[in-house]
């Protein structure tokens, strides 16, 4: 039947199933390559796998780790751009929702950065903050900034002036709405463009690595696929997938904290 | 609050025109609702009740004349939407992000509290919110919301969503309250109890009178069903299109205006009234205010009421 429910068990049993089916999948084609050609390293076996591991997390010859060098570079320049890009679209996008003028005033900058691809313009980055970590916190918040901030704008034009006079006859000042009433109402929907914005993001700044970085994930996935070394790459873009993931659950998780209602609404 | 001259007033309308371009709506409309009056507005779709709701509101003032309430005491201009005012929309009148207790408690919260108060004092503000949630929950109970305080206006039927909404405008006693079509979404049985729930709160303005206070709670509601506007108001005003302009020297429509106002009868709440007996006033309504064919001088039906 169509959208017909399934059990718990029968919807794990699935999840499990496709699991195993790619893992299976990738022991046979790894198998495979390795009878055509035994130093394969494009498909490494579980063993080379196990030794990728062990190269990125033992200290090599100048006593790093890479994957705790990677890990704190690449995190640092993440959280800095993203936490500068969500505050900077957020405000943008509630005085641009408040205030009329400063809407008809912002839009044009906005809607031509939100097309500009940011991997592209690239080099712009680079001549104009060199290829430190101001670079890439600018990149990545220019990158995200626009679809926050057009998510918030039209957020608030979404409030029914209803909620708003109410407020008013409240004995709400302007800021009150402001803080009470529009904030409240808009987090939800910013929460979720947050998470939207993740993915992005991680683009932006794996690209940037690739090309100018000297550590970090884009650098060492570059540096050892010249090398042929998948079994450092293919945990290395495991991992990233896992710290997206994660980074997406906890903002679910934050959302149905801060505004239960929201998610009740939605069901 | 004693009742007294300078304090016996709900709303004055002064010579209320509007019109969009060409289309007049309102015209020389004067309306005084004192202290304690369910008014209920009724009138022929089109006829402005909209316009002048808004007006009264204050997010779309008149293009001519005065709408006055009481401002921190004083006769002022309502010219935005402010405290003295109250509001009751037919649906978007309670904020889905907050329980029924915290809607309830938020009028107090803004009208009493300051923002850097609550930022800055979090033990006074614990205090006065503790306070404040406790009023709520008073006001609830006595709408017949107490099991109901914490579930979310998305878990309420919409009987139970328009209660809170009411509560929410009440408990600030402002000096005038706007229903605008209250209960048009809900059905018949519903209906019934709300407009109880309105004639509780007249019988508080009643006490009130006796012992020489200022009743606590004046409105207008809104509505194009008859037989509540009957029920629940204590003086019917009739807004219409319909009446004799030509013979105050216009050759076009130059708008609506108050065309019917007279006293209606006065029911306890739990008095279930004969509707056969609105029969008389109903066709004295659809004959004065409804009726295009028939024009009358605009004064004809306006018996003010004695307290006027």
Request: with cysteine.
């Amino acid at each position: 039947m169509i959208r017909g429910p399934i059990s718990q068990a029968k919807s794990i049993l699935l999840a499990s199933l496709s699991v195993a089916l790619l893992l299976l999948g990738y022991t046979w084609v790894s198998h495979r390559q390795h009878q055509v050609n035994p130093k394969d390293t494009t498909i490494p076996s579980w063993g080379q796998l196990a030794d990728g591991v062990k190269k990125f997390t033992r200290p090599d010859r100048k006593e790093e780790r890479w994957i705790v060098e990677d890990s704190i570079a690449t995190g640092r320049r993440f959280f800095y751009g993203i936490g500068l890009g969500v505050m900077c679209g957020f405000v943008l996008g509630m005085l641009m929702g408040c205030f009329s003028s400063l809407e008809a005033f912002l839009q044009p900058p906005i809607a031509l950065l939100a097309k500009v691809p940011q991997t592209a313009a690239l080099a712009v980055y680079f001549v104009v903050f060199g290829t430190g970590l101001s670079m890439y916190v600018a990149m990545i918040s220019l990158g995200i900034i626009p679809a926050l901030a057009v998510t918030v704008y039209l957020a608030i034009k979404d409030l029914p002036s209803e909620m708003l006079d109410k407020a008013y006859t409240l004995g709400a000042s302007h800021f009150e709405v402001a803080t009470e009433v529009v904030f409240r109402q808009v987090l939800p929907k910013f929460i979720d463009a947050v998470r939207l914005a993740i993915g992005p993001a991680i683009v932006f700044l794996i690209a940037a690595e690739m090309v100018v970085g000297d550590v970090g994930f884009g650098y060492r996935i570059r540096l050892q696929f010249k090398l042929t070394n998948m079994n450092v790459v293919y945990p290395y873009l495991v991992m990233l997938a896992f710290f997206g993931f994660a980074l997406d659950y906890g903002l679910r998780f934050l959302q149905a904290k801060l505004c239960s209602w929201y998610q009740r609404d939605s069901k | 609050m004693t009742l007294s001259d300078e304090n016996n007033f709900g709303l004055q309308c002064q010579g209320v025109s509007h019109w969009f371009g060409e289309t007049k709506v309102l015209f020389d409309l004067n309306l005084n609702v004192h202290a304690g009056q369910f008014l209920s507005l009724i009138g022929p779709s089109g006829c402005g009740k909209s316009t002048l709701l808004r007006a009264i509101l204050g997010t779309h003032p008149p293009h001519r004349g005065k709408i006055l309430t009481l401002q921190n005491g004083r006769l002022a201009n309502a010219d935005r939407p402010g405290r003295d005012r109250g509001i009751v929309y037919q649906k978007y009148s309670l904020y889905p992000f907050l329980t029924a207790l915290d809607n309830v408690a938020l009028g107090l919260k803004f009208d009493q509290t300051t923002t850097a108060f609550r930022w800055l004092n979090w033990v006074g503000w614990g205090k006065k919110r503790r306070e404040f949630r406790d009023r709520a929950a008073a006001f609830l109970d006595k709408v017949g919301l107490g099991q109901a305080m914490h579930l979310y206006p998305s878990q309420m039927s919409g009987g139970m969503q328009q209660r809170v909404a009411i509560a929410q405008a009440l408990i600030m006693e402002p000096e005038i309250i706007l229903l605008d079509e209250p209960f048009g979404a809900l059905d018949e049985a519903t209906r019934e109890e709300l407009q109880e729930m309105l004639l509780q709160f007249y019988e508080e303005n009643k006490v009130a009178m006796a012992e020489g206070k200022k009743p606590p709670y004046t409105l207008i509601i809104v509505t194009h069903e008859l037989n509540e506007a009957i029920r629940v108001g204590d003086r019917l005003v009739g807004l219409s299109q319909y009446w004799d302009w030509k013979a105050d020297g216009h050759d076009r429509s130059p708008g609506a205006t108050v065309v019917y106002d007279k006293p209606a009868p006065v029911f306890r709440p739990d008095e279930r009234p004969d509707y056969e007996l609105f029969a008389d006033i109903r066709q004295d309504i659809r004959q004065v205010v409804y009726n295009p064919k028939v024009l009358q001088r605009r004064d004809e039906h306006v018996n003010l009421s004695p307290t006027s």
